[in-house]
């Protein structure tokens, strides 16, 4: 189950700013400053709690991997950051092993993991191709 504590533990861990600010047209953003790192996110733009986590871990992760962009920046290198962010929030928050042993206790459908990590079915969605597909990874579901 992935708790806020744990996501405000990885932002203290990697002492990076967190407000709740409404950012205008985006939900959430990352700003870096001469190496530091402030979050912003609109917690009442996201339409439950599991969608929030979910945005969070991922602007993490553009912290934690330093792939921070200008707005006008080429639609290539965006989605090579986006890419690179939600690589870095499934590792950390939704660990292959850690799905294997979901998916052998009996939630095989992405509803059911998403109920069992706590965060949306978006990013087990995710998380589930980045295996499969990026690092060929297979997932074992007894029938």
């Not at 967190?18 to 001469?34: L, P």
């Not at 939704?94 to 990013?123: M, N, R, V």
Request: charged share 25%; glycine share 4%; with cysteine.
């Amino acid at each position: 189950m992935i708790d806020f504590s744990d996501l405000y533990e990885e932002l203290t861990a990697q002492q990076i700013a967190f407000y709740q600010f409404d950012v205008g047209e985006q939900k959430s953003a990352t700003i870096e400053m001469r190496g530091r790192y402030a979050v912003f996110i609109d917690m009442a733009s996201f339409p439950t709690l599991a969608e929030s986590k979910r945005a969070i871990a991922h602007e993490i992760g553009h912290c934690a991997t330093g792939c921070t962009h200008q707005v006008c920046s080429p639609l290539d290198l965006i989605e090579k950051h986006e890419f690179e962010a939600n690589k870095w929030a499934t590792e950390r928050f939704l660990p292959y092993d850690e799905i294997c042993t979901a998916l052998a206790e009996g939630h095989i459908e992405p509803w059911q993991l998403a109920e069992y990590f706590g965060i949306s079915e978006k990013a087990i969605r995710w998380a589930l191709r980045y295996y499969i597909e990026n690092r060929g990874l297979r997932f074992n579901v007894a029938s």
